[in-house]
C-alpha cells in the first residue's frame, strides 16, 4: 500500500461489556460500509461476525476475526475483540495489532466493571480510542450520565462531541457540537439510512452551547496551538476543531464520545466519520520495536513497504476452507506464493496465498504491504504470537506474553478408535490458542488439558464436539498449583562422576532467594574472572529453568525466585554442557528444600452481579468458599460484588450461582494472582 493509501486505513477494535451492543454495532458498521446486504439480529444468531457456531450458541463473542470494509475514501480493518473476561487474553492480543478503538457502552447501564479491565488493559498499550454511547431508544437511557461515569471512573479526558436529540423512542438523532447542526434521522425510514443536518432549534440551543463550550476546553487542555487559538480567537473554524481533536485523541489520551442507536439504525454513520476522522492510521503510531534473533540487539522497523517485511501472527483460525493465519504487517511487502520466515522455529513458511477477509467471503489479494491486516493460508508451524520475516533480515517482534494455565482436566476420547483424531484436535486447538495447553501425564500416560477457567475448557470442549464431532470425556477440574520458597539459602553443589574413560564434573554455587518481578524465574549470571566458560553459564541456566518448570517436591512449577549463579569450577577433560546443566538442576533442588517450599494456589477475580434480595444467599454462599468482598457497587436494581476466590473453591459455581438465584445471578471470573495454600492442602493434592 502507497503511503498516501497508508493514511487511509484504520485498524480497529470495538471493545464493550457484554449487551452493551457490540455486536449489532458491527453488524451496523458493515451494513452501512456495503460489505453486508441484510440486517441481521443478534437473538437470531445470523450476526455477521458471529461465524463461529459455538459463539452464535452462546450469543457472545469469543474468537477475534479480522474483517475489511470501506467508508469514503477510507478502508478499516475492524479486528473484532470479544466482551468476555473469561478470555481477556484474547482482548490482549487483539489490542497488540490495532491501532485504534471504539468502545461501546449501554446509555443505561453505562460503565460496567468488565469495561474498566478491558479500558485498563488499552491503556496499557496505549491505544487511542473513541467512545459511543448505543442504546439511546432505551428507556431510562441518559447520556451525560453515562459521560460522566467514563470521566469519573475510566478517564477525566473524556469529551462529548455530540448530544443526542430527543430521548428514549423520541431518540431521533444526534447534536454534532463541532458543526453545531442537528443530524436528524428519517423516521419512516428504518434502516437508517436518510438522515439530514438542520439548523439548531432554540430548545437545542442553550444546552449545545454549554457542552461546546466544555468540548472546547476539553480540547484545549490537551493540545496546545488549540489553547492559543481558543483564547485569542472568537471563531474557530471547524476543520481546525476536527484537526485538534485528532491531535488530541491519537497523542495525548482524548477520548471523543459520540452517541446513538445501533438497533435503531442512528449514529452509526458518524461513529464510521468518526473512527477516520480521529483515529491514527498505521503511519501515526511508533515504529515497533523487536530483537535480533541471534544477538538480541534491538531493531526499528516503520511502517513502510520498502523496509525488510515483518508481521505478527495474532490469530490462527479454520473455517470451511481451510487454516487461516491472521497476521498484522508491520513493515515490507508480501507478494502471494513468496518463502517467509518464522524466527522461533527458525523454519520457512510458505504464504500460498494472501486474503482480504470480509465477513461473509474473502478477496484474495496478489501482494500486501506494511500497516495491513491479512489472513494467509500455507502456514503450516506458526502459533498465535510468532513473529514472521524474511530470512536475510530476521527479526522477533515482542511476544504477546500469554498467563500461565490454572486449571487442568484429564481427557479422553469415547471410543479408543478416536484417540488420534482427539490428539490431531487438540494440538491445533492449541496452536488456535495459545492459553490452551496440552500435554501427556508422564506417570499415567493421560492427555491433560489445561487452561485459564473451567468456562474457557468447556468452550474447547463443545467446539470439539460442534465442529470436530469428536466426543471425549473429561475428568474432574484440577487446580494446578504453583511452588515458592519462604526465604533464602544457599547452595554448594559439585556433580562428579568417574566410571573409567571420561567423567563428568561440575561444581555451582547459588544463591536462592523470593522475588516478584517481571518474570516468574529470574536469573543471574555473578561469576567473575571467568571461573567458568560462557557456554557452561548458559547451561547452568537452562538446568536451572527447566529443573524450576518441572518442579521439585510435588510436580509444581516454581515461581517468585530468583536464582543467582555465585560460582563454579570446571575440569578441562571432564567438563561438559551435561555436567554443568545437571549440576545446576541437583543445586536447585538442594536449595529450594534449604529455603522452605511454599504451596501456592491460583486465586481468581471474581465479579458477580444479582438482583438485590438474592445478594444476602450469594454472599453467604461466597463466605463458605474462603472468598474475599473487595467491593459492593449497586447498579440501578442490580448489586455487583467483586472479590477473590481460590480457584478449588469455585468449580461449578455457574449452576451454585444459577441455583440460589434461580438463574439471575450472572458472574465472570478470571486468574489474578498466586497466593499460599491453607496448609492442609498439601496433603490432599500430593
Ligand atoms: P454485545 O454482547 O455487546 O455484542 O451486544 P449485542 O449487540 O449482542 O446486543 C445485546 C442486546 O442488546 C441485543 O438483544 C440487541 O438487540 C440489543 N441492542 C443492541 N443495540 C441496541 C440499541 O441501540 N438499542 C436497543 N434498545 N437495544 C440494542
Redesign the pocket.
Known amino acids: 500500500m502507497e503511503k498516501e493509501n497508508l493514511a487511509n486505513l484504520r485498524n480497529i477494535g470495538i471493545a ?12 451496523r458498521i458493515l451494513f452501512y460500509t456495503g460489505k453486508s446486504f441484510k440486517l441481521g ?3 437470531e444468531g445470523t ?1 455477521i461476525m458471529d461465524w463461529m457456531e459455538e459463539e452464535q450458541k452462546r ?3 469469543i474468537t477475534a476475526a479480522a474483517t475489511t470494509c470501506f467508508w469514503k475514501d477510507y478502508r478499516i480493518n475492524i479486528i473484532d475483540t470479544p ?1 468476555h473476561v473469561d478470555f481477556t487474553i484474547e482482548v490482549e492480543r487483539s489490542l497488540r495489532v490495532l491501532d485504534g478503538a471504539i468502545c ?1 457502552f ?2 443505561v447501564g453505562g460503565v460496567e466493571a468488565q469495561t474498566e479491565t478491558v479500558w485498563r488493559q488499552a491503556n496499557r498499550y496505549k491505544v487511542p480510542r473513541i467512545c459511543f454511547v ?5 428507556i431510562g437511557s441518559d447520556f451525560i450520565k453515562v459521560v460522566n461515569e467514563i470521566k469519573g471512573k475510566l478517564s477525566k479526558n473524556a469529551v462529548p462531541i455530540q448530544l443526542p436529540v430527543g430521548k428514549e423512542k423520541d431518540f431521533k438523532g444526534v447534536v454534532d457540537l463541532i458543526k453545531m447542526k442537528a443530524i436528524i434521522f428519517d423516521y419512516e425510514d428504518e434502516s437508517g439510512e436518510k438522515f439530514e443536518e438542520h439548523d439548531l432549534t432554540d430548545d437545542m440551543l442553550e444546552e449545545a452551547e454549554k457542552y461546546r463550550e466544555i468540548m472546547m476546553e476539553g480540547i484545549a487542555d490537551k493540545v496546545d496551538w488549540f489553547m492559543d487559538k481558543y483564547l485569542s480567537e472568537s471563531a474557530i473554524k471547524e476543520e481546525d476543531i476536527v484537526r485538534a481533536v485528532r491531535e488530541g485523541t491519537i497523542n495525548s489520551g482524548l477520548i471523543p464520545v459520540l452517541c ?5 439504525n ?1 449514529g452509526i454513520q458518524q461513529l464510521l466519520d468518526a473512527v477516520c476522522y480521529y483515529l491514527p492510521s498505521p503511519l501515526e503510531i511508533p515504529p515497533i520495536k523487536g530483537t535480533h534473533p541471534k544477538d538480541d540487539s534491538v531493531i526499528q522497523r516503520k511502517p513502510l513497504a520498502t523496509e525488510p517485511f515483518s508481521a505478527l501472527a495474532f490469530k490462527i483460525a479454520s473455517d470451511k476452507h481451510g487454516d487461516l493465519t491472521f497476521i498484522r504487517i508491520y513493515s515490507g511487502t508480501i507478494t502471494s506464493g513468496q518463502r517467509l520466515y518464522n524466527p522461533r522455529f527458525r523454519k520457512k513458511e510458505l504464504a500460498s496465498r494472501i486474503y482480504s477477509m470480509h465477513a461473509d467471503k474473502r478477496e484474495q489479494l496478489e501482494s500486501a504491504s506494511a500497516g495491513d491486516i491479512v489472513a494467509i493460508v500455507g502456514f503450516k508451524d506458526t502459533g498465535t504470537g510468532d513473529t514472521i520475516c524474511v530470512e536475510e533480515y530476521p527479526i522477533i517482534l515482542e511476544r504477546i506474553e500469554f498467563p500461565e494455565t490454572v486449571i487442568s482436566m484429564a481427557i479422553e476420547p469415547k471410543t479408543e478408535s478416536e484417540k488420534e483424531k482427539l490428539v490431531f484436535v487438540l494440538a491445533r486447538l492449541a496452536k488456535e490458542d495459545p492459553t490452551f495447553r496440552v500435554h501427556t501425564d508422564s506417570e499415567t500416560s493421560q492427555l491433560i488439558v489445561s487452561g485459564m477457567g473451567e468456562l474457557h475448557l468447556e468452550v474447547l470442549k463443545n467446539r470439539m464436539l460442534s465442529e470436530y464431532k469428536i466426543n471425549a470425556n473429561v475428568g474432574a477440574p484440577r487446580v494446578s498449583y504453583r511452588e515458592t520458597i519462604g526465604h533464602e539459602a544457599e547452595v554448594d553443589e559439585k556433580f562428579v562422576k568417574q566410571t573409567g574413560g571420561r567423567g563428568q564434573y561440575a561444581r555451582v554455587e547459588i544463591r536462592l532467594e523470593p522475588y516478584v518481578g517481571e518474570k516468574l524465574v529470574e536469573f543471574e549470571d555473578k561469576i567473575k574472572g571467568g571461573a567458568i566458560t560462557k557456554q557452561y553459564i548458559k547451561s547452568v541456566e537452562k538446568g536451572i529453568m527447566d529443573t524450576a518448570k518441572s518442579g521439585v517436591s510435588g510436580g509444581y512449577p516454581l515461581i517468585n525466585i530468583k536464582v543467582t549463579l555465585l560460582d563454579g569450577d570446571m575440569h578441562s577433560v571432564d567438563s561438559s554442557e551435561f555436567a554443568f546443566y545437571h549440576a545446576a538442576g541437583i543445586a536447585l533442588r538442594k536449595a529450594v528444600e534449604k529455603a522452605k517450599a511454599i504451596l501456592l494456589e491460583p486465586i481468581m477475580q471474581i465479579e458477580i452481579t444479582v438482583p438485590d434480595n438474592y445478594l444476602g444467599d450469594v454472599l453467604g454462599d461466597l463466605n463458605g468458599r474462603r472468598a474475599h468482598i473487595i467491593e459492593m457497587a449497586t447498579e440501578g436494581d442490580l448489586r455487583v460484588v467483586k472479590g477473590k476466590i481460590p480457584l478449588a473453591e469455585s468449580f461449578g459455581y455457574s449452576s451454585v450461582l444459577r441455583s440460589i438465584t434461580q438463574g439471575r445471578g450472572t458472574y465472570t471470573m478470571e486468574p489474578l494472582e498466586y497466593k499460599p495454600a491453607p496448609a492442609k492442602t498439601y496433603s490432599n493434592v500430593a
Request: charged share 25%; proline share 0%; hydrophobic share 30%.
Open positions: 464493550a461489556h457484554i449487551d452493551a451492543g457490540k455486536t449489532t454495532v458491527t453488524e439480529e443478534v437473538h450476526a450469543g457472545i463473542t466482551g461501546v449501554c446509555g448505543n442504546k439511546m431508544d432505551r446513538g442507536s445501533a438497533f435503531k442512528r
